[in-house]
């Protein structure tokens, strides 16, 4: 069985570079941007012809949440028109799509966790290009895994806990934010959620939650790093209102998390444990 990887050299993509080798019988195809540009169907098309895969990981996305205010085509024509490029590929060489998406998609005004069939209302740029994208896939090839995540990290690559990790080394205090809510994912465990799914004989498509739990702030989220490290770092919880940044982020953003165990079997971690992995494999 062969499987492409888009956006082979970001977080997800290491992650699953890593799960790979646990998988002899299968053959996994990593592709950097300059490599297979999901925004050039022409290229997909002819990576998909050498390759005839029987699954695409959609690893590949424009992530950066702030500069997408500044640059929407930009994030559209790879959030948006990239993954209606890879779906209709998908679809004509019968390959099985697994998309991943975000929490960003939802507002965040809810106190009730989101599940699969929550109204979508991103309030920034790049939701919104993850919705689109969302709703492209479905339309060009019905038969998509859509897996929203949210808060990913891992030791690859940028994200809050190597930033924090970073920080704690240069600074002495550090103020975090303390009422925005969600869910950390570890990327490998999201990794390893892929794989299952791949790995199911009865395919169910359509969109999914998944994340560790239970949800948290950033600012714990960063205590318990520190408390993981032994950091003697000062942290401080601030409000948003005292972090502002150029795109707005959901309040509470937690999902639940029943579908894609009660479908596939997927039984999501909790994210102090997974966090204390991850840091050990990091130190
Ligand atoms: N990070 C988070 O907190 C978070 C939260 C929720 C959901 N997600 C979603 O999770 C998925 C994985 O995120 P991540 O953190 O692994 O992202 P990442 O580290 O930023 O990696 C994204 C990769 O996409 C590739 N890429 C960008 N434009 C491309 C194009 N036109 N064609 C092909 N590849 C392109 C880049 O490849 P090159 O490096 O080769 O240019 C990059 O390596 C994304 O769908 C993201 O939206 C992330």
């Known amino acids: 069985m062969k499987i492409i990887v888009t956006g082979g050299n970001g977080q997800l993509g290491n992650c699953i570079r890593k799960i790979s080798k646990t998988y002899p019988n299968i053959e996994f195809f990593f592709y950097s941007s300059s490599e297979l540009d999901i925004t050039n169907k022409l290229n997909v098309e002819e990576v998909f012809r050498q390759i005839q895969p029987k699954y695409c990981i959609n690893a590949a996305a424009y992530t950066a949440v702030d500069q997408a205010e500044k640059e929407p085509e930009k994030a559209m024509a790879i959030n948006e028109i990239g993954v209606g490029n890879l779906a209709s590929v998908c679809k004509h060489f019968g390959t099985v799509l697994i998309h991943i998406s975000t929490d960003y998609v939802f507002d965040g005004n809810t106190n009730i966790p989101y599940d699969e069939n929550a109204v979508t209302a991103p309030i920034g740029v790049y939701g919104k290009s993850k919705l689109l994208g969302e709703q492209l896939a479905t339309k060009e090839n019905p038969e998509t895994i859509i897996i929203r995540t949210s808060w990913l990290y891992s030791e690859f690559n940028k994200n809050f806990v190597n ?93 639940n998390l029943e579908k894609i165990q009660n479908v596939y079997g997927v039984v999501p971690e909790n994210w102090t444990e997974s966090l204390e992995k991850c840091l050990k494999h990091i130190q």
């Open 163 to 255: 930033t924090m990790l970073n920080l704690f080394q240069q600074k002495e205090e550090l103020n975090i934010v303390n009422d925005q809510f969600g869910q950390p994912t570890n990327a490998n465990n999201l990794a390893e959620a892929i794989m299952t799914i791949i790995m199911s004989n009865n395919k169910k498509y359509g969109v999914f939650h998944f994340s560790n739990f239970p949800e948290t702030t950033w600012y714990q989220f960063a205590e318990k790093i520190k408390e993981i490290t032994n950091s003697k770092i000062i942290l401080n919880p601030i409000t948003t209102d005292q972090y502002p940044t150029p795109a707005k982020r959901p309040f509470r953003s937690t999902f």
